[in-house]
Nanobody, 128 residues
Framework: QVQLVESGGGLVQSGGSLKLSCEASGRTFTSGAMGWFRQAPDKEREFVAAISWRGDNVDYADSVKGRFTISTDASKNTMSLQMLSLEPGDTAVYYC?????????????????????WGQGTLVTVSS
């Protein structure tokens, strides 16, 4: 059974940085992609970033482009999201997702409900 476990969330001041990690267990992914989504209170879950397992394709939401960097270590079945210049609008629960059927670009445009594997989420709070 596949498990995705996020870590690295917390409270940070506006302008600060955090690094989220997601570790996958139960299967070695060789295709598809992993990505990050976030959900703020009373809002829909939205795409943040995605990366192919080989690391050769990445996609970002416009709102985080230039501030967030996604990376993967396929040998360790892990993915990270380095977040810089955080803003209060980045406050949300961040979820890790993985799917062997879809590439990173699909993560950006596909309804998130179609993605197969999800973590439990980690809370990021950015204070002003």
């Amino acid at each position: 059974q596949v498990q995705l476990v996020e870590s690295g969330g917390g409270l940070v001041q506006s302008g600060g940085s955090l690094k989220l990690s997601c570790e996958a267990s139960g299967r070695t992914f060789t295709s598809g992609a992993m990505g990050w989504f976030r959900q703020a209170p009373d809002k829909e879950r939205e795409f943040v970033a995605a990366i192919s397992w080989r690391g050769d394709n990445v996609d970002y939401a416009d709102s985080v482009k230039g501030r967030f960097t996604i990376s993967t270590d396929a040998s360790k079945n892990t993915m990270s999201l380095q977040m810089l210049s955080l803003e209060p609008g980045d406050t949300a629960v961040y979820y890790c997702a993985a799917d062997e059927k879809y590439g990173s670009a699909w993560f950006k445009f596909l309804d998130y409900k179609y993605l197969e594997f999800w973590g439990q989420g980690t809370l990021v709070t950015v204070s002003s």
